[in-house]
């Protein structure tokens, strides 16, 4: 049964908490807590949880303590899912929004959270993620990679899905009635947020983008560290697809498809005719000119070709690397890259 809210939220009943989980960032920290002093509308409250960190945000969190209303809480490490909970339980809010450690806050994104929810409430919205001009070319080449059409399909970037909307945990919120409905975020190791909006569905609440909402997500990545995120990515959607059937689409397959043409092209490029590895090309250029349009740069531009096929590359191969062990060999626990929760 649904528990959507259809009639519209007054300003005095509607109130905010952003939960952050935290591991060793406190430089992170200290950009996203200045963010939010800067917001338009400042009736918010957030919550810190450090998640068994060796370098504590505590610091940083006392710096802001007389600006902004703070909870910190400290915990052992567990993942940012579980930790998402506990900051769920001793939020104060009534409709609880999560945010990456490694996220910047546009000044309005308080003040189009509340215009959204007071106008045209939903259970549940995921905001869109972009470049601010500040971040390097590395962070704005990922920040393509994982943004943009030639890549995502541009979901994670704002374009609308064709379907029903999945957020994701990096700009997230829904309602302390969902929290307690679903049970918040599961102990999943990776997806665990596509399996939250999975679950939030299933419950019958409604989902939508917020465009307006958006974050400035930095992605303080290397290329390496990059790759492993997007392989376990490609992993997650094997066992989101076990846990959940019918969740897999054919969009989830493009990037499997991407390796096997890419390989294929490259073969018969090698042994019969450099023709044949004409459309990787073609990408490749798309991409290029893409990235140096949107970036006004030629540096990004090339740089957005490598995030691009590793991103492609990265999460290919994991969901490849699943389907075989997963669905054909029958295996549980394949993830590659379990170091530990965060990228």
């Given at each position: 049964?649904?528990a959507?809210?259809?009639d519209t939220?007054?300003?005095?009943?509607?109130?905010?908490?952003?939960?952050?989980?935290?591991f060793?960032?406190?430089?992170?920290v200290?950009?996203?807590?200045d963010?939010l002093t800067?917001?338009t509308?400042?009736?918010?409250?957030?919550?810190?949880?450090?998640d068994?960190?060796?370098?504590?945000c505590e610091?940083?969190v006392?710096?802001y303590e007389n600006q902004l209303?703070?909870?910190?809480i400290?915990?052992?490490n567990?993942?940012?899912?579980?930790s998402?909970n506990?900051?769920?339980?001793a939020?104060?809010?009534s409709?609880l929004?999560?945010?990456?450690?490694d996220?910047?806050?546009p000044?309005g994104?308080v003040?189009?959270?509340?215009h959204?929810?007071?106008?045209n409430?939903?259970?549940?919205f995921?905001?869109?993620?972009?470049?601010?001009e500040r971040?390097t070319?590395m962070?704005?080449a990922?920040?393509y990679a994982m943004?943009?059409?030639?890549?995502?399909?541009?979901?994670r970037g704002?374009?609308?899905?064709l379907?029903?909307?999945?957020?994701?945990s990096?700009?997230?919120g829904?309602?302390?009635?969902v929290?307690?409905?679903?049970g918040?975020f599961?102990?999943?190791?990776?997806g665990?947020?596509i399996?939250?909006?999975?679950?939030?569905?299933?419950?019958?609440?409604k989902?939508?983008?917020?465009?307006?909402a958006?974050v400035?997500?930095?992605?303080r990545?290397n290329?390496?560290?990059?790759?492993?995120?997007v392989f376990n990515?490609?992993?997650?959607r094997?066992?989101?697809h076990?846990k959940?059937?019918g969740?897999?689409k054919?969009?989830?397959?493009?990037?499997?498809?991407?390796?096997?043409?890419?390989l294929?092209?490259l073969?018969l490029g090698?042994?019969?005719?450099?023709l044949w590895?004409s459309?990787?090309?073609?990408?490749?250029?798309?991409?290029?000119?893409?990235?140096?349009?949107?970036?006004?740069?030629f540096?990004?531009?090339c740089l957005a070709?490598?995030?691009?096929?590793?991103?492609?590359?990265?999460y290919?191969l994991?969901?490849?690397s699943?389907?075989w062990?997963i669905?054909?060999?029958?295996?549980?626990?394949v993830?590659?890259?379990?170091?530990?929760?965060y990228?």
């Amino acid at each position: 049964m649904s528990a959507t809210i259809n009639d519209t939220h007054s300003q005095a009943t509607l109130t905010l908490s952003l939960i952050v989980p935290v591991f060793n960032r406190p430089q992170e920290v200290e950009e996203l807590l200045d963010s939010l002093t800067r917001q338009t509308r400042p009736d918010f409250e957030v919550v810190l949880v450090e998640d068994g960190s060796t370098q504590p945000c505590e610091a940083q969190v006392k710096r802001y303590e007389n600006q902004l209303s703070i909870q910190y809480i400290v915990k052992t490490n567990s993942g940012p899912g579980q930790s998402r909970n506990v900051g769920a339980k001793a939020a104060t809010g009534s409709y609880l929004i999560f945010l990456d450690s490694d996220c910047v806050i546009p000044p309005g994104y308080v003040e189009a959270v509340y215009h959204r929810l007071t106008t045209n409430y939903v259970d549940a919205f995921g905001g869109p993620d972009r470049a601010d001009e500040r971040f390097t070319p590395m962070q704005k080449a990922i920040n393509y990679a994982m943004t943009s059409f030639f890549t995502t399909g541009g979901i994670r970037g704002g374009g609308e899905k064709l379907d029903k909307f999945f957020p994701r945990s990096f700009n997230m919120g829904y309602s302390k009635t969902v929290f307690e409905q679903t049970g918040g975020f599961s102990a999943m190791r990776f997806g665990e947020d596509i399996d939250m909006s999975l679950r939030i569905l299933k419950n019958g609440f409604k989902t939508a983008l917020v465009t307006d909402a958006f974050v400035y997500h930095k992605r303080r990545s290397n290329l390496r560290q990059f790759y492993k995120q997007v392989f376990n990515s490609g992993i997650a959607r094997i066992v989101l697809h076990k846990k959940h059937p019918g969740s897999l689409k054919a969009v989830h397959t493009f990037p499997a498809l991407f390796v096997l043409g890419v390989l294929g092209m490259l073969l018969l490029g090698v042994f019969i005719h450099l023709l044949w590895a004409s459309p990787l090309l073609v990408y490749i250029l798309a991409v290029f000119l893409d990235a140096t349009r949107q970036n006004r740069s030629f540096r990004i531009g090339c740089l957005a070709i490598v995030a691009s096929l590793v991103q492609l590359g990265g999460y290919g191969l994991g969901f490849l690397s699943a389907c075989w062990k997963i669905l054909i060999l029958k295996r549980k626990d394949v993830f590659a890259f379990v170091d530990n929760f965060y990228a």
